[in-house]
């Protein structure tokens, strides 16, 4: 009898459903934190005799409560288990690369109109880098001035002019397109800014508008200490520019009578910080309130550390490992790895978190507290610092010489659970990823990353192949770390890899950053996630960030504001990517099957993505593992 003949004498008395990913590899599934083998328990006793099972069918006893040989309720065979409808997908943009005429990309209009194009594209999240003031050397957001404060930059000046706030006359001539020149941006914008500030200060007809600024006040009392350190830092003679550690007297310990006395004195530099900050608060939350009037949601980025010279660490000294002096004492990095011989030598002072555990975690509180106003969800960037960080004597040059300390772990998820309730984050859990940190994600549910061009190397094995993927997790082909996938395939990507890379996904790596897509889109992650660089398929010169370096970085904008209409094919590519992977939001009228089948296949340019013979993906899949073998060593 031959295996079909099998099949068909068993299947009137067994079926089975086997989950598989689209190219035919086993899902892995990780078991919720709270759901533990204790919970998967049956009932087990002696045969029930014949009137005891109907009485249990008659009674229609759940499947829990029904003892093994009874007979099931009825209609046990109507309740169907279905996939879940929580796989999503969505785009990394920070707000500086929208098009806009001054400079650099702002929370007006173009944002607007690119949650417009998301929503098109059937994508359910808008991914941004960190919103906070960037430091003014390098402009990194990831080494802000001001970890709850917003970066007031990106203050739509037009929206101003609409509310009344500024006059046309007063808006900046229009730059010529191109990359973010941040220091003249900030050299042009901050007096316009100043007098908008001024002008809501005043009252008169923004009286209504100056109540909401108090009460934002009044609800975010850290704003306080950070327009004063602001005041200090640049208004004060004897304090600007200089390092708080070196200021004299009794401010630079953060006194509280020489605070209320510094409160006094820069009375009109502290209600402009706030205003601005609430201008900032109220133009982001209508950007965040329109996409999730469209089911898409934002995803933060929040950096573990913070900068040494900022109002959060003077105003909590001891929460930080400093000297005597208020200089940080050891500081943040890691050692040697795949983007650095030296390792890199963040510089951030480090947390004292024994200090931390006794006030029961609340500065991390206030800081997942404002996080949460202004995202959805938030990634933390060096999530592996929570279970083991490295540690650098500050008067070091490079990060080669540290050591590995024991982080806060399971305490310091479980004391803001309970204070503020669900924390939705990700965790950017890449390089060095040891079985504590691994352990510590699963133990509080957060999704991890996976990133598709870092899986071609290591062998079969390796985390970030996609049929090593697992359900709670996030698929990137690149992060804003990376290289565009255009850029790493033709600069970086060796023989050995575009090999392995093209018999593995049955490509001729014509068109590698829409193979990428696809197979973010086909992964088991939970979610997949791309830059808007790999959906325009550019090379190199569009990368946000080369790690390790200072010059050139975060600058990259989109184009000019009809960059959305010349992106249309592109969406609905991806709209139909997302509706044949199950991506769409519930209730989103899925694509036709012909759009579906043109996505699978072609990509949004009508390129052939698969294999040049012009089979089709699942041919190439099955040839990709003899390919693999007479090509190159696993």
């Not at 970066?151 to 929206?159: A, F, G, H, P």
């Not at 933390?380 to 960080?389: K, L, N, P, S």
């Not at 510590?440 to 390796?462: C, S, Y």
């Not at 992977?581 to 089948?597: H, I, S, W």
Request: proline share 6%; glycine share 8%; charged share 25%.
């Amino acid at each position: 009898m031959g295996l079909s003949g099998f099949l068909r004498l068993g299947h009137s008395h067994c079926s089975f459903q086997r989950r598989v990913t689209s190219v035919g590899y086993c899902a892995k599934t990780e078991l919720p934190p709270h759901l533990g083998l204790s919970q998967l328990s049956t009932k087990v006793g002696p045969p029930a005799p014949r009137s005891s099972i109907r009485m249990a069918a008659a009674k229609q006893l759940s499947y829990e409560d029904t003892a093994i040989g009874a007979d099931l309720a009825d209609g046990y065979d109507k309740d169907l288990s279905k996939p879940s409808r929580n796989r999503r997908a969505g785009i990394i943009l920070h707000p500086t690369s929208l098009p806009g005429p001054y400079g650099t990309g702002e929370i007006g209009e173009e944002a607007f109109r690119f949650v417009d194009w998301l929503a098109s594209a059937g994508m359910q999240i808008w991914q941004v880098l960190p919103l906070v003031p960037p430091e003014t050397m390098a402009w990194s957001p990831y080494s802000g001035l001001d970890a709850l404060c917003g970066n007031v930059l990106l203050i739509s000046l037009d929206k101003l002019v609409e509310e009344g706030l500024l006059s046309k006359s007063d808006l900046p001539a229009n730059v010529p397109l191109g990359n973010c020149a941040f220091p003249e941006v900030e050299k042009v914008r901050t007096p316009i800014l100043v007098k908008a500030a001024d002008k809501l200060l005043a009252g008169g007809k923004f009286d209504g508008l100056l109540k909401e600024m108090k009460q934002f006040a009044k609800d975010n009392a850290w704003c306080q200490d950070s327009a004063l350190f602001h005041a200090l830092a640049y208004h004060n003679e004897e304090t600007k520019h200089k390092a708080w550690w070196t200021w004299d007297g009794p401010i630079r310990k953060h006194d509280a009578k020489a605070v209320k006395e510094a409160r006094g004195k820069f009375a009109t530099e502290i209600q402009r910080f706030v205003a601005l900050q609430f201008l900032f608060d109220r133009q982001w939350k209508a950007v965040k309130a329109y996409a999730n009037d469209k089911a898409i949601k934002i995803v933060g980025d929040m950096p573990i550390y913070v900068g040494g010279q900022s109002a959060d660490v003077w105003a909590y000294q001891d929460l930080f490992e400093l000297s005597s002096s208020g200089a940080p004492a050891t500081v943040s990095g890691v050692p040697p790895d795949a983007f650095s011989e030296t390792g890199q030598l963040w510089g951030s002072p480090l947390y004292d978190w024994p200090a931390h555990k006794k006030t029961n975690f609340k500065w991390w509180a206030q800081r997942l507290s404002r996080a949460f106003q202004l995202y959805d969800e938030t990634r933390i960037d060096h999530f592996r610092g929570f279970a083991g960080y490295w540690a650098v004597d500050a008067k070091a040059e490079t990060a080669i010489n540290g050591s590995w300390r024991k982080g806060p772990g399971q305490a310091l998820f479980a004391a803001l659970e309970k204070e503020l309730g669900h924390v939705p984050i990700i965790a950017e859990d890449l390089g060095v990823i040891t079985k504590d940190v691994d352990d510590l994600r699963k133990g509080i549910g957060a999704p991890g990353m996976v990133v598709l061009q870092f899986a071609w190397g290591g062998g079969p094995t390796n985390i970030h192949l996609p049929h090593n993927h697992y359900e709670n997790s996030i698929c990137y082909p690149g992060t804003h770390d990376n290289e565009t996938m255009v850029g790493w395939y033709k600069d970086s990507a060796d023989a050995r890899d575009k090999a392995f890379l093209k018999a593995y996904l049955g490509s001729d790596g014509s068109d590698i950053a829409w193979d990428m897509i696809r197979e973010s889109m086909k992964s088991v992650s939970m979610s997949a996630i791309f830059l808007l660089q790999d959906v325009m398929r550019l090379d190199n010169k569009a990368r946000m960030n080369f790690p390790g370096t200072i010059e050139g970085n975060w600058a990259w904008r989109v184009g000019d504001s009809g960059v959305w209409a010349k992106l249309k094919a592109e969406a609905k590519a991806l709209r139909a990517l997302a509706s044949s992977f199950d991506r769409l939001a519930p209730g989103v009228q899925p694509e036709e099957p012909e759009e579906q089948d043109k996505a699978l296949t072609n990509g949004s340019s009508g390129k052939k993505s698969h294999s040049s013979n012009g089979s089709s993906p699942v041919k190439a899949v099955q040839g990709a593992v003899a390919e693999i073998s007479q090509k190159i060593e696993v």
